[in-house]
C-alpha cells in the first residue's frame, strides 16, 4: 500500500504507538489507584470526570496548536514534557494521601492537554506531508491503531500492578513509553520537519461557525441548533458511559469470575473494536443510512445498555451493547472527520476541529457529575433512570427537527 511507503505514515504511526501504550497504561492504573482510598467510589468518578475535562478545551488548544510555527519540533518537544511530568508522578504516587492523588489527578489532566495539542500540530503535518489521495486512509489507520493498541497498554498495567502492586513502577514504564515515542519522532524527524507560518491571514468573522454550519448541514442535513442538541445529550450520557461502567462493576463484584480490572479492560476491549470496525468496514447500508437514522439507532442501543443495568445485570450482554453502540459512534464521527479535512483552510484545521470538539463536548461534564454524583448521594437507579430520560429527550430531538434545506 501507498501510504505505507511514506516516511512521514511511518514516523508518525510509530510515536503514536509508544505515546498510546503510554496513555492506555495509566488510565487503567489510575482508576485501580483510586480503588484503594477507603472512598473508592468517590475518587473512582473524580477520576472519570477528570478524563474528560481535556476534550472541553479543545477550542483552546486547537487554535494554539494553529499559532505555533515549528510543529515538528513541538512534536517532539512535548513528548519529552509527558515523560517528565510521569517522572515526577512516579517519585510521589506511592504516598496514598488525598492530595498526592489530586495531584497525580492534574499531572494526568495537563499530560492529556498536551496530547491534544500534538492532534492539532499533526493535522497540519498530514496536509503537507501525506498526499490528499490516500489521506484520509492514513486518518483511520492512525485511529485504529490507536484504539487496538488501548487494550494492550490497560493490559499490560493490569499485569505490572498484578505482579509487583508497584504504582512507581507503572508511572516510570509510562514515561518510558513517552521517551521511546520522542525517540522515533527524533530519528525521523525529516521526514516530518514542518514548518507551517502562524496564521496571519485574518478570515472574515463568523468564519469558524459557518465552516462548521457547512459540515453539519452536509453530514447530517439538519441545522446546527438541532444537531447540537441530540449531540449534546448524547454526549453528556455517552461520555458518562465510563463513570457508570466504573461505579457498577466497582458495586457488583459477584457478576463474573474475573477482577475489577480484568472486566473493565474487556469492556474497553469491546468498545474499541467497535471503534476500529466501524471506521475502517465499509458496510454500503449502514455508510449510507442517514445521520438520524443512524443516531436514533445509537440512541436505542444506549436506552437498552442502561436497562441491562437496571434489571438484567449482565455483564456479556453489555459488553454486546457497547460494541454496538461504539460502532455506529465511529461511523457517525468518521463522515464529520473526513469533511472538516475536506472543507477547512490549512492554517484553521486545528481551531475548526477543536471548536466542534468543544461545542460537542460542552454538555460532557455535565453529564458526568450529575450521574456520579446521582450515583454516589443517591442510588444506581435513580442514576439510570435519569440517563434513560435524557436519551428519550434525544430521540424526541431527532424525530421532531426539521430538514435543512440544501
Known amino acids: 500500500m501507498k501510504m505505507l511507503k511514506n516516511k512521514a505514515v511511518l514516523t508518525l504511526t510509530g510515536g503514536d504507538i509508544f505515546s498510546t501504550i503510554g ?11 483510586a480503588k484503594e482510598f477507603t472512598n473508592a467510589k468517590l475518587m473512582v468518578t473524580i477520576v472519570s470526570i477528570a478524563s474528560i475535562l481535556p476534550g472541553v478545551l479543545s477550542v483552546i488548544i486547537g487554535r494554539v496548536s494553529d499559532m505555533t510555527h515549528s510543529k515538528s519540533k513541538y512534536l517532539v518537544l512535548t513528548k519529552f514534557i509527558q515523560a517528565t511530568m510521569y517522572i515526577i508522578l512516579a517519585n510521589i504516587i506511592d504516598n496514598q494521601t488525598a492530595a498526592v492523588f489530586y495531584v497525580v489527578i492534574l499531572i494526568n489532566i495537563f499530560s492529556d492537554m498536551i496530547g491534544s495539542y500534538n492532534s492539532g500540530l499533526r493535522l497540519s503535518i498530514m496536509k503537507q506531508k501525506i498526499p490528499s489521495s490516500y489521506r484520509q486512509q492514513v486518518i483511520g489507520l492512525n485511529q485504529s491503531v490507536g484504539a487496538l493498541l488501548q487494550p494492550v497498554g490497560q493490559a499490560i498495567g493490569i499485569a505490572i500492578l498484578g505482579a509487583t502492586h508497584n504504582y512507581a513502577l507503572a508511572g516510570y514504564i509510562n514515561a518510558l513509553t ?9 530519528l525521523g524527524y525529516r521526514n516530518i520537519h514542518t514548518v507551517v507560518p502562524p496564521v496571519k491571514v485574518q478570515h472574515k468573522k463568523g468564519f469558524v461557525l ?10 447530517s442535513g439538519m441545522r446546527i441548533v438541532p444537531f447540537l442538541s441530540v449531540i449534546l445529550l448524547m454526549n453528556a450520557i455517552g461520555a458518562s458511559m465510563d463513570t457508570v461502567l466504573n461505579l457498577f462493576l466497582l458495586t457488583n463484584e459477584h457478576l463474573t469470575s474475573l477482577s475489577f480490572g480484568v472486566e473493565i479492560l474487556l469492556a474497553t476491549i469491546a468498545f474499541l473494536v467497535g471503534i476500529v470496525l466501524g471506521g475502517v468496514t465499509n458496510v454500503k447500508l449502514l455508510d449510507q443510512m442517514p445521520f438520524r437514522l443512524m443516531a436514533f439507532f445509537q440512541n436505542l442501543f444506549m436506552i437498552l445498555l442502561f436497562l441491562n443495568f437496571m434489571w ?4 456479556w450482554t453489555m459488553l454486546m451493547l457497547f460494541f454496538v453502540s461504539a460502532f455506529l459512534s ?3 464521527n468518521a463522515k464529520i472527520n473526513a469533511l472538516i479535512i475536506e472543507m477547512t483552510e490549512p492554517d484553521m484545521l ?3 476541529d477543536g471548536t466542534l470538539s468543544s461545542m460537542a463536548m460542552i454538555a460532557v461534564p455535565v453529564g458526568t457529575i450529575t450521574v456520579g454524583l446521582l450515583y454516589n448521594a443517591f442510588s444506581p437507579l435513580v442514576t439510570y433512570v ?21
Open 23 to 33: 496513555i492506555s497504561i495509566f488510565n487503567i492504573v489510575l482508576l485501580m489507584y
Open 386 to 406: 435519569f440517563c434513560i430520560s435524557v436519551l428519550i429527550i434525544s430521540l424526541l430531538c431527532l424525530i421532531s427537527a426539521k430538514q435543512k434545506i440544501q
Open 178 to 186: 513517552f521517551i521511546l515515542a520522542a525517540l522515533i519522532l527524533m
Open 350 to 352: 486545528a481551531t475548526v
Open 330 to 332: 465511529s461511523k457517525v
Open 210 to 219: 459557518k465552516n462548521i454550519q457547512a459540515i453539519i448541514g452536509k453530514t
Open 312 to 315: 438484567l445485570r449482565n455483564y
